[in-house]
């Protein structure tokens, strides 16, 4: 396991790598608080070196405009780039941009934010993230009522004939991991449980089982 939380001018970025190395993650500041979003591609770049450069390098881009910086983070090395459906960026433009590049586009939605909203994107896109606390910080409870969003987004999914990745993000530990999978996530991702765990190993090992 490999991670990293530091302070850059007021912002925390977070890169997680697990034990197997089949899973890298780069979450790129707050909502709406992103001070000298300029510098972000080079730290992404600079983490996507150390966790042993980068196949399967996820960027979450938690920010008003992510189109404006696609093509930064893009060259920085990402492999699928994630971004809010709530942010100011245009969904079929932004995907466009991130696509029309030869990586993958993922959505993100906030607990507000009504599923269905996603559903006319499906088939551009490889994934759906859906945010299960509201996004700022960790060790945030579960938000259980999210579920249906869940069932409901894998039955569209489903009706589509589609292979989209449905990945949960929020209060995800050996217990609410199973209501998720239940529900039909397939993509799991968790901070506060894993790094809290004496064995961070079988803490994974569990939410894969």
């Not at 780069?26 to 510098?39: A, H, I, M, S």
């Not at 150390?50 to 960027?59: E, K, L, S």
């Not at 709530?86 to 939605?109: M, P, Q």
């Not at 991991?177 to 090992?205: H, M, Q, R, W």
Request: charged share 25%; proline share 4%; with cysteine.
């Amino acid at each position: 396991m490999i991670s990293s939380k530091g302070k850059v001018r007021g912002l925390v970025t977070v890169t997680v790598r697990d034990c197997n190395g089949n899973v890298k993650y780069y979450k790129n500041g707050f909502w709406r608080r992103v001070l000298r979003l300029p510098e972000k591609p080079m730290i992404f770049k600079h983490h996507n070196t150390i966790t042993n450069q980068g196949d399967g390098m996820i960027a979450d881009l938690m920010i008003s405009n992510p189109i404006d910086y696609v093509d930064a983070f893009i060259k920085a090395g990402a492999d699928l780039i994630s971004f809010h459906v709530e942010s100011n960026s245009d969904i079929s433009e932004t995907i466009e941009k991130i696509t029309s590049a030869g990586k993958k586009a993922a959505l993100v939605v906030k607990p507000k934010t009504s599923v269905d909203v996603v559903f006319p994107y499906l088939k551009d896109i490889s994934m759906v993230l859906i945010m299960t606390v509201e996004p700022g910080f960790g060790g945030q409870s579960f938000m259980e009522p999210m579920i249906p969003k869940i069932t409901e987004l894998r039955q569209e999914i489903e009706k589509q004939g589609l292979q989209v990745d449905i990945q949960v993000d929020g209060g995800v530990d050996n217990e609410t991991a199973v209501l998720c999978k239940n529900a039909g996530a397939n993509v799991l991702v968790a901070g506060s449980y894993i790094f809290k765990s004496p064995d961070t190993k079988e803490a994974i090992d569990i939410l894969k089982s």
